[in-house]
C-alpha cells in the first residue's frame, strides 16, 4: 500500500473523527436549548437572550444531517457486518434499560409508576422510538448493502437525478410552500437518512468541487445558518403583521430544509479539508480515541426518563441574560460530552470483554456467513 495514501487516510480520519465530536456537541445544544425551554416562542416579544438562543440553534441545526453524513460517506465503501448492527442495537439497549433501573434503586422512579407501556419502550428503544435517531439510523443501516450496490452500480448523471427528485418532495416543497405539509416529517424519519446517505456516497465518489475550498466551504456553512436564522425572523415579522403562517414559522430549523442539508454538507466539505495539524501530534490521536464513543453521549443524556431533566440541573432556568445563558450553555455542553464520553467507555470495555467468549464461537461463524451472503460473497 503507498504510504502517502495511508497518512492522507489517516489524516481524513482525524478530521471526520473531530467532526464527529464537534457534532454530537451541537446535538447536546439543540437538546439544551430546546428541552430546556430557552426557545422562546417567535409569536411573542423576544428579548436578546432570546435571539442569542436561537442563533445557537441556527448554527447547531446542521448536527444531525452531520451525522448521518458522515456515516454515509464511509459506509458507501464498507461492507456491511451484522456484528456491527447487532453491537449498534446491544449499545441502545444498554442506555435504555440500564439508566431506569439505576433510577429506581437510587430511589428516583417508583417502581409503581411504570406502566408496561414504559417498560415496552426500555425493551424495545428501536420499535418503540425511544430514540427518534435511532430508529431511523437502524432502517437505514439495513438498506445500506442496496444503496451501496445502487450508487456503485449507476452512473454519477443518474445518482444526481435520483438526489435531485427525492430533494423535490422532502426538501424543496417544504422549503418555498409557506404551509405546514402533511408528508413533512421534518427530516425525523429513515427516508430523509437514506437521502442524506445518497448525497454523502455522491461526494465520496464525485465531491462538489465548489465545496472543496476551505473559505467556499466556511462561507456557506456560516450563510446558511445565519439564513435559517434571518428566514425566522422574516417568518416570525410576516406573522406579527398579518396574522398569517404560524404553522409555517418554524420550518427553517427542520432537518430537511434547504438551508440545513446545505449547510450541513458545506461543514461536512470544512472538516473533510480540514488539515489536522500533523499525523501524529497529540491532539490528532486524542481525538481518534474518543470520537467513537460519542454516541454514548447521545443514548445517555437521551434516554427518555433523563432528557427533560439534565437541562435544568445544569442551569438552563437560570439563563437570564446572554451572558448567563453562554455561559451555562457551554457548561453544560461540556459536562454532557465528558459523562457521555466516560459512560461509553466503560460501556465498551464490558462489551469487548463479553465479545471475546464469543469470538470464534458457532454464532460468530454463522454471523460471518451471513455477512457474505448479504455482501454477495457466497457462490
Known amino acids: 500500500m503507498d504510504m502517502n495514501k495511508t497518512k492522507q487516510h489517516k489524516k481524513r480520519m ?211 445558518c445565519l439564513g435559517i436564522y434571518g428566514l425566522l425572523m422574516l417568518i416570525r415579522g410576516v406573522y406579527l403583521v398579518t396574522g398569517r403562517f404560524e404553522d409555517f414559522m418554524k420550518s427553517p430549523t427542520g432537518y430537511n430544509h434547504l438551508l440545513t442539508i446545505g449547510a450541513s454538507v458545506a461543514l461536512f466539505h470544512v472538516f473533510k479539508n480540514w488539515k489536522f495539524g500533523k499525523e501524529k501530534t497529540r491532539l490528532a490521536a486524542f481525538v481518534c480515541r474518543i470520537a467513537p464513543y460519542s454516541l454514548g453521549v447521545y443514548l445517555l443524556h437521551e434516554q427518555i426518563y433523563v432528557r427533560y431533566e439534565w437541562p435544568f440541573w445544569l442551569g438552563a432556568d437560570r439563563c437570564t441574560s446572554v451572558a448567563s445563558l453562554l455561559c451555562h450553555w457551554g457548561i453544560a455542553i461540556v459536562i454532557v460530552m465528558a459523562c457521555g464520553l466516560v459512560v461509553d467507555f466503560f460501556r465498551n470495555i464490558l462489551f469487548c470483554s463479553v465479545g471475546k467468549l464469543f469470538a470464534g464461537s458457532g454464532l460468530d461463524r454463522a454471523f460471518e456467513k451471513l455477512d457474505d451472503r448479504v455482501n454477495g460473497m457466497l457462490r
Request: net charge neutral; aromatic share 12%.
Open 14 to 224: 482525524s478530521n471526520m473523527e473531530a467532526l464527529r465530536l464537534a457534532a454530537m456537541m451541537m446535538v447536546v445544544s439543540l437538546h439544551y436549548l430546546g428541552k430546556g425551554e430557552l426557545l422562546a416562542d417567535l409569536t411573542g416579544s423576544l428579548l436578546p437572550v432570546d435571539h442569542a438562543a436561537w442563533i445557537l440553534e441556527s448554527f447547531s441545526i446542521v448536527a444531525v444531517n452531520a451525522y448521518v453524513l458522515l456515516s454515509g460517506y464511509f459506509l458507501v465503501e464498507t461492507a456491511f457486518r451484522v456484528k456491527r448492527l447487532l453491537s449498534l442495537i446491544l449499545q441502545i439497549l444498554f442506555y435504555s434499560c440500564l439508566i431506569p433501573v439505576i433510577l429506581i434503586f437510587a430511589g428516583k422512579l417508583p417502581l409503581s409508576e411504570l406502566t408496561l407501556y414504559d417498560i415496552w419502550q426500555c425493551i424495545f428503544p428501536i420499535q418503540m422510538k425511544q430514540y427518534w435517531f435511532m430508529s431511523a439510523y437502524v432502517l437505514m443501516f439495513l438498506l445500506t448493502p442496496v444503496l451501496n450496490a445502487a450508487v456503485h452500480a449507476i452512473k454519477k448523471e443518474q445518482l444526481q437525478a435520483v438526489i435531485f427528485l427525492l430533494l423535490i418532495p422532502e426538501s424543496l416543497g417544504k422549503t418555498i410552500i409557506p404551509a405546514r405539509l402533511t408528508l413533512d416529517n421534518e427530516g425525523y424519519d429513515a427516508l430523509w437518512f437514506i437521502l442524506v446517505y445518497l448525497i454523502a456516497a455522491y461526494i465520496r465518489l464525485y465531491g462538489i468541487p465548489f465545496l472543496e475550498k476551505k473559505k467556499s466551504a466556511v462561507l456557506c456553512y456560516v450563510s446558511g
